[in-house]
């Protein structure tokens, strides 16, 4: 059973630092393409950053300077810095993952449960 978690969400102040961390475990064969994600109340769910396999990496425009996500193969951890937070990244974040399980390493995509993200003006 494969299960991700994230965790690092908070209350901050504009202008403050968060990093999330999203972990991956069970029997894992390999963890390739990471996103985060983020959804603030009455909008749409919208893609921050991404990670390749490679280490490729994608930033929505909104948090291009501010935002850096990286990953540690050998914990399994995909990490999302965010520096200079303002009020209108409120939101739940969530991290998308494709894993192949080791018992059949097939691709699947993985969703964490969220974790809240609160920047006060």
């Known amino acids: 059973q494969v299960q991700l978690v994230e965790s690092g969400g908070g209350l901050v102040q504009a202008g403050g630092s968060l990093r999330l961390s999203c972990a991956a475990s069970g029997s894992i064969f390999s963890t390739e393409n990471v996103d985060w994600y983020r959804q603030a109340p009455g909008k749409r769910r919208e893609l921050v950053a991404g990670i390749t396999t490679g280490g490729s990496t994608t930033y929505a425009d909104s948090v291009k300077g501010r935002f850096t996500i990286s990953r540690d193969n050998a914990k399994n951890t995909v990490y999302l810095q965010m520096n200079s937070l303002k009020p209108e990244d409120t939101a739940v974040y969530y991290c998308?993952?494709?894993?192949?399980?080791?018992?059949?390493?097939?691709?699947?995509?993985?969703w964490g449960q969220g974790t809240q993200v609160t920047v006060s003006s």
């Open positions: 998308n993952a494709e894993i192949r399980p080791t018992i059949d390493r097939a691709l699947y995509s993985y």
